[in-house]
């Protein structure tokens, strides 16, 4: 079948060709029995608009470009469905890249120059493709300042960010406040921390909540209660051990992200050490594998679908020119599992 225009449409539907834009469009009212006869003609022919054509006139491309600097990492699936959902409730299309920096570089991230290149590539190939602006997804809060140029184009970071553009990150230091009021509801006093690499912002902030909530509840500061992980389940293995091997051994952990949580159970079985009756854990993250692990693993939930909604919402307001507001970050959120008890009454 011959491809139909939208003369074609005109010439059939017996109206004008700017009755047929006024109706594709929606830019003006079109009487009723005339717009009926119009639509009718676009559905007998199964007409399809030039949307390339459209967005050279009106200047707009309703596409937004994502990049991901990894999508196999925990965090970006949940970010990028907050973004999807943002985009289809307003009618807006997402293009979007997955620079593999994980297999790429690994977590050397601290020498930009490698991965640098790889983020400015792909800049410039959503630029090319009209976006009209970047929403960039990091595998780890970290300062990603002067590492890519949008040509002016508007960008927002989430779970990263850069000094004077727009980043969305949710509040880590209410999390780990909020993590050990619940454990000092449950009756917990001695409750100690594994943390994260201290490099990390995640692990500064989360330990900022900690000592914050130790203070506010009056609760004994202990430096041997303090223990540095490097995020991976060994290390919260090893670092379970140190502290169970104090003299007087903590009731209950925060542990600073759920892998460091499951090498600790494990450590605990080993160790004969009943979690939650005779240790507490709280986990980080609410990483899928946290739910089957036994026991099931009580942990704060990161907000990362509403990273990738706020997100969206703060790149189409400085599209669109709006002013911006600053928003609260969002909060994380505790899922109460198996690993917290009250501590025994020998030990309290």
């Given at each position: 079948m011959k491809k139909i225009g939208i003369k074609d449409i005109a010439l059939r539907a017996n109206v004008s060709t700017a009755i047929v834009s006024y109706v594709i469009n929606?830019?003006?009212?079109?009487?009723?029995?005339?717009?009926?006869?119009?639509?009718?003609?676009?559905?007998?022919?199964?007409?399809?608009?030039?949307?390339?054509?459209q967005s050279l006139k009106s200047r707009r491309t309703n596409?937004?470009?994502?990049?991901?600097?990894?999508?196999?990492?925990?965090?970006?699936?949940?970010?990028?469905?907050?973004?999807?959902?943002?985009?289809?409730?307003?009618?807006?299309?997402?293009?979007?890249t997955n620079l593999r920096l994980q297999k790429k570089v690994g977590y050397n991230y601290a020498d930009t120059a490698t991965?640098?290149?790889h983020a400015q590539a792909?800049?410039?190939?959503?630029?090319?493709?009209?976006?009209?602006?970047?929403?960039?997804?990091?595998?780890?809060?970290?300062?990603?300042?002067?590492?890519?140029?949008?040509?002016?184009?508007?960008i927002v970071y989430t779970y990263c960010y850069a000094q004077n553009e727009c980043s969305i990150q949710y509040n880590d230091e209410q999390a780990s406040y909020d993590a050990i009021r619940y454990l000092v509801s449950k009756g917990h006093s001695r409750i100690a921390v594994i943390s994260g690499l201290m490099d990390s912002i995640p692990s500064r902030l989360r330990f900022n909540g900690y000592y914050k909530a130790l203070t506010e509840f009056q609760l004994y500061f202990d430096p041997q209660f303090i223990k540095v992980g490097d995020w991976g389940g060994e290390s919260g293995y090893q670092l379970l051990g140190e502290l169970m091997e104090l003299p007087d051994p903590p009731t209950a952990i925060l542990i600073m992200n759920d892998l460091m949580a499951a090498g600790a159970l494990r450590a605990a079985s080993e160790?004969?050490?009943?979690?939650?009756?005779?240790?507490?854990?709280v986990g980080f993250d609410n990483r899928e594998f946290s739910a089957y692990l036994n026991p099931r693993i009580t942990t704060m939930d990161l907000p990362l679908h509403d990273m990738g909604m706020l997100a969206m919402k703060a790149l189409c307001n400085r599209i669109g020119g709006k002013q911006e507001t600053t928003e609260d970050p969002p909060l994380c959120k505790l899922i109460e599992r198996d690993s917290v008890a009250e501590p025994r009454s020998d030990v309290k």
């Open positions: 929606g830019t003006r009212n079109v009487r009723p029995e005339t717009k009926e006869r119009v639509l009718k003609v676009i559905e007998e022919f199964n007409y399809r608009p030039n949307a390339i054509a596409t937004i470009g994502v990049i991901a600097e990894d999508i196999t990492v925990f965090n970006t699936p949940e970010i990028i469905d907050g973004i999807n959902e943002y985009a289809e409730k307003h009618d807006m299309h997402i293009l979007l991965y640098q290149k792909a800049v410039s190939d959503l630029l090319s493709n009209q976006v009209e602006g970047i929403v960039y997804i990091g595998v780890h809060p970290r300062d990603l300042t002067g590492l890519i140029h949008t040509n002016d184009r508007p160790r004969g050490i009943s979690v939650p009756k005779d240790l507490s854990i």
